[in-house]
């Protein structure tokens, strides 16, 4: 259970505080003999995404890897609300990532933005070209709420934008209990959601019928909220498994007084309790051994 970060990264402390997480640091990462190290992107699209980095990294760094996080931000996206300088120190263009070392596994984060049609995102097109990118380039893809949305949507799956946001933590219903990552989640498991859109389950359905999708996770609340191609190239989860209990309690209390969003469903964000952890572990661990698996078998075959 090992992150390798720079000296100056700002978690630091946060990091070595809970005990069960090594830190690394980057440049004396060469001390450290290891087999199991892995190098994994994230395009981080979160307004205040420095403050979010810490719900990633948990999410990775609970897990028998030892981690190297490659941050990687748009050219066609503004970072108004990061602390100032910030993006350039720690972040680089996606379009460098050809000339690095190889990513073992690539995520791409949510952003509050489900409300708009796709084609008016300013940096739609450039997140178009990622995503097909990505899927040529590495072993797997993980989109996280708005993200996955964005790939089924290129996989020809309807967006709904709901009257009503989805705000809670949800019981889903595992559906494919022999899959590589999904067969080691219980039968039912816990999982917080915080979107104002969703996917059409009919065109799921459809897409699964041709052979484009599969589902793995549903809920009458929640349509499918977990699925993936079948090439297992592309993972899709809408929920937000990789949420620290604080981030869904900053949003609760953040929107307590907005109209427009309903109170929290299943989580009292007052006395904050995090029930999905072994949700967000358990993903996170078979989602990483599956993307070793394949990164040390194309690793074999150069």
Not at 42 to 67: A, R, V
Not at 80 to 85: F, I, R
Not at 168 to 189: C, E, K, R
Not at 222 to 248: F, V
């Amino acid at each position: 259970m090992s992150l390798i970060l720079p000296s100056d990264y700002h978690s630091i402390n946060v990091i070595q505080q809970n005990n069960i997480i090594h830190w690394i640091p980057q440049d004396r990462k060469d001390d450290y003999q290891t087999s199991n190290r892995m190098r994994i992107g994230i395009l981080n699209l979160m307004p205040l995404g420095h403050q979010y980095e810490l719900n990633i990294l948990n999410s990775i760094g609970f897990t028998n890897f030892e981690i190297e996080p490659v941050w990687f931000k748009l050219k066609t996206h503004t970072y108004k609300t990061w602390p100032e300088g910030y993006v350039e120190k720690f972040y680089t263009n996606y379009e460098e990532v050809k000339d690095q070392q190889p990513l073992d596994g690539f995520i791409i984060t949510g952003t509050p933005i489900e409300h708009l049609d796709f084609e008016e995102v300013t940096y739609w097109k450039e997140i178009i070209n990622i995503i097909n990118d990505s899927r040529d380039r590495f072993p797997s893809t993980l989109g996280l709420c708005w993200a996955g949305m964005a790939m089924a949507y290129l996989l020809g799956v309807k967006k709904i934008v709901y009257k009503s946001k989805l705000f809670g933590v949800y019981q889903l219903q595992n559906i494919a209990q022999n899959h590589p990552i999904m067969g080691a989640a219980d039968s039912t498991f816990p999982c917080p959601q915080s979107r104002n859109a969703g996917m059409d389950n009919k065109d799921i359905e459809k897409a699964e019928t041709k052979g484009d999708l599969r589902a793995l996770a549903y809920s009458d609340e929640t349509g499918y909220p977990i699925y993936e191609t079948p090439d297992h190239k592309q993972l899709i989860h809408l929920g937000h498994p990789e949420y620290n209990s604080s981030r869904l309690a900053y949003e609760a209390e953040r929107d307590i007084d907005n109209p427009d969003v309903p109170p929290i469903t299943n989580f009292d964000f007052a006395n904050p309790s995090n029930i999905w952890k072994m949700h967000r572990h358990t993903f996170f661990q078979q989602w990483l051994n599956f993307c070793y698996e394949k990164s040390h078998q194309i690793s074999v075959n150069r």
